[in-house]
């Protein structure tokens, strides 16, 4: 279903260089979030975002840096990659105002390879 | 902090039975989400269920349904009648309902559906 697309679906980079990561959605919500995936640890939050220009960090923010200009989008910014951030990348919105959570849709995923 | 935990690597289940699978958490708040998220080799995160910590009944949807034990902190995904297409990795997760609603997610739990 569509409502929040991620780009690039796959990508490999060398290591000490910056890349950035794109989360799009339609839905108008409020809260994003950025997620990394590595076996055996589940979902991990990186950075969220509540809002244009309001993001915090997650638990494994170190490395990377966010940016929100506009309600849609939201972007994550591996500043110089390292090989420990070879992983694969989820972005997610909230659906639900206020104190009310119908759950959280998730991207499709960016696999990304640093060598 | 909240914590997930989710102690069974693997799973198996004969095709057309039932299986159960296991999750505890860890946190100080009353009020707060939890929820199991389905994850198939498509690698895609499919919300199977959601339970509203203030509600005492237990969620079902379809032949899923889960037993929120709150004041032992856990919350089972019972699959019933379980098919080939169940067969995925799943994720048990909590939420805050506070500034920022991050979700947290367990290790995971990969079911195996034996026809």
Redesign the interface.
Known sequence: DAGITQSPRHKVTETGTPVTLRCHQTENHRYMYWYRQDPGHGLRLIHYSYGVKDTDKGEVSDGYSVSRSKTEDFLLTLESATSSQTSVYFCAIRAGTGKSNYGYTFGSGTRLTVV | AQT?TQSQPEMSVQEAETVTLSCTYDTSES?Y?L?WYKQPPS???I?VI?QEAYKQQNATENRFSVNFQKAAKSFSLKISDSQLGDAAMY?CAS?R?N??????????TRLMVKP
Not at chain 2, 99 to 108: E, I, Y
């Open positions: 997930v009020d989400y929820f690698r895609q995160m919300l959601r994720f939420s309902n500034a920022g609603n991050m979700l947290t997610f367990g290790g995971g």
